[in-house]
């Protein structure tokens, strides 16, 4: 097992500069950027843009070097939206300022030099650490993910096993109905709708609209600040459970389904075993394999995809905000420092996900498993 823990880790590195390479063309190739973006606000404000630069470039100036990231290639100021007319070694100079006056290659590399000692730069519009925000944000992401994965969890799997118990019956076939609608249906939407029925919407005030919790949390007693933290996360970890469930379900209830009719449960079933010390001793352990085995990945999904929509309509300031604005804004520095990051930890999870199959069933022999 060993030997299979020091490929995979090896192999994570070609993985992650992979995904970097493709991440970085794309967003190159996509318009805008900081460079014009600068020079819309410039114009847009009446700033003097020789002036502006003065001001604010010599702190940017310094840190170009961590902050050499994706984004525009090197251009002419004609090619530049808004450009017309202004003078060329003020857009030299712009883009100096954001690290965008070498070639991409060039930029690459530093990138990926600095990336690999954790060395994120400033964000082009925060003017933050990269690194800083994430950790300013994480809290929040922390507490959606961890709760929503835990009560999907513990909704979807005791559901999908008694669905599959229960196959064909009126219960499976009621609770199937329920489990169509949450999968059909997004989260978000589900979101809104609680928005107007329980915080205020056309009918009841029951529960906060926006944060995780209020602003005087720092001053009430400890179990206040439990109670009013629990509170605030009922609507958005609502929403995203109810949209989430329903894969889960189904996934576990097919898996008991596959298991209930092979032939060592027939054999069992001939034995004189019980139906609950079949699905206790023989089944379980077989069909939650997978299931079970799926929770980092699920976890690192719920954390930092599944939660975006449910930051913005709630107004939770996490990762998920945090990226939106950063590729609203074409904030390079925090779109690919966060990238790389989560990256990096997604594939560390998927590892920690292979040796958790280990873990619930000892008969897997990673020692002799091709990568």
Same mark, same amino acid.
């Given at each position: 097992?060993?030997?299979? !823990?020091?490929?995979?880790?090896?192999?994570?590195?070609?993985?992650?500069?992979?995904?970097? /390479?493709?991440?970085?063309?794309?967003?190159?190739?996509?318009?805008?950027?900081?460079?014009?973006?600068?020079?819309?606000?410039?114009?847009?404000? *009446?700033?003097?843009?020789?002036?502006?630069?003065?001001?604010?470039?010599?702190?940017?100036?310094?840190?170009?070097?961590?902050?050499?990231?994706?984004?525009?290639?090197?251009?002419?100021?004609?090619?530049?939206? *808004?450009?017309?007319?202004?003078?060329?070694?003020?857009?030299?100079?712009?883009?100096?300022?954001?690290?965008?006056?070498? $070639?991409?290659?060039?930029?690459?590399?530093?990138?990926?030099?600095?990336?690999?000692?954790?060395?994120?730069?400033?964000?082009?519009?925060?003017?933050?650490?990269?690194?800083?925000?994430?950790?300013?944000?994480?809290?929040?992401?922390?507490?959606?993910?961890?709760? #929503?994965?835990?009560? /999907?969890?513990?909704?979807?799997?005791?559901?999908?096993?008694?669905?599959?118990?229960?196959?064909?019956?009126?219960?499976? =076939?009621?609770?199937?109905?329920?489990? #169509? +609608?949450?999968?059909?249906?997004?989260?978000?939407?589900?979101?809104? /709708?609680?928005?107007? +029925?329980?915080?205020?919407?056309?009918?009841?005030?029951?529960? $906060?609209?926006?944060?995780?919790?209020?602003?005087?949390?720092?001053?009430?007693?400890?179990?206040?600040?439990?109670?009013?933290? +629990?509170?605030?996360?009922?609507?958005? !970890? =609502?929403?995203?459970?109810? *949209?989430?469930?329903?894969?889960?379900?189904?996934?576990?209830?097919?898996?008991?389904?596959?298991? !209930?009719?092979?032939?060592?449960?027939?054999?069992?079933?001939?034995? *004189?075993? =019980?139906?609950?010390?079949?699905?206790?001793?023989?089944?379980?352990?077989?069909?939650?394999?997978?299931?079970?085995?799926?929770?980092?990945?699920?976890?690192?999904?719920?954390?930092? #995809?599944? =939660?975006?929509?449910?930051?913005?309509?709630?107004?939770?300031?996490?990762?998920?905000?945090?990226?939106?604005?950063?590729?609203?804004?074409?904030?390079?520095?925090?779109?690919?420092?966060?990238?790389?990051?989560?990256?990096?930890?997604?594939?560390?999870?998927?590892?920690?996900?292979?040796?958790?199959?280990?873990?619930?069933?000892?008969?897997?022999?990673?020692?002799?498993?091709?990568?």
């Amino acid at each position: 097992m060993i030997n299979y !823990i020091v490929r995979r880790v090896l192999l994570i590195i070609p993985t992650l500069i992979g995904i970097m /390479v493709v991440n970085f063309f794309i967003i190159q190739s996509a318009p805008g950027g900081p460079v014009e973006r600068m020079i819309a606000q410039l114009r847009g404000a *009446g700033i003097n843009p020789t002036e502006m630069i003065t001001k604010s470039g010599g702190e940017q100036v310094q840190s170009q070097e961590s902050n050499a990231s994706a984004g525009e290639g090197s251009k002419s100021y004609t090619e530049y939206r *808004g450009a017309k007319g202004l003078d060329p070694e003020l857009i030299k100079e712009i883009e100096k300022m954001y690290g965008f006056d070498k $070639p991409p290659l060039k930029r690459f590399l530093i990138m990926m030099w600095n990336y690999a000692r954790f060395r994120f730069g400033n964000s082009f519009f925060k003017d933050e650490k990269v690194m800083s925000l994430v950790k300013e944000k994480l809290p929040v992401s922390i507490t959606l993910g961890l709760w #929503t994965t835990f009560l /999907v969890y513990a909704i979807s799997i005791p559901l999908g096993i008694r669905k599959a118990i229960k196959d064909g019956s009126a219960f499976d =076939t009621w609770t199937s109905f329920v489990v #169509t +609608l949450g999968y059909a249906i997004p989260g978000f939407l589900f979101a809104i /709708v609680l928005i107007i +029925l329980f915080a205020g919407g056309n009918y009841l005030k029951i529960f $906060p609209l926006r944060g995780l919790v209020s602003e005087n949390w720092r001053m009430l007693p400890w179990y206040k600040k439990i109670l009013d933290y +629990l509170w605030h996360i009922v609507l958005p !970890i =609502t929403a995203s459970v109810i *949209g989430g469930f329903a894969g889960l379900t189904m996934f576990t209830k097919n898996s008991f389904l596959e298991e !209930i009719n092979k032939q060592y449960v027939i054999t069992a079933r001939a034995k *004189g075993l =019980t139906e609950k010390k079949i699905l206790t001793k023989h089944v379980f352990r077989n069909a939650m394999l997978i299931v079970i085995a799926g929770f980092p990945q699920a976890f690192i999904s719920s954390l930092f #995809t599944g =939660t975006v929509l449910i930051e913005v309509i709630f107004s939770l300031d996490g990762l998920g905000l945090l990226g939106f604005e950063s590729a609203l804004n074409r904030d390079y520095p925090v779109m690919f420092g966060t990238l790389y990051f989560f990256s990096l930890l997604g594939l560390f999870l998927n590892l920690l996900g292979d040796i958790m199959y280990m873990i619930i069933d000892p008969r897997i022999d990673f020692e002799r498993r091709e990568i």
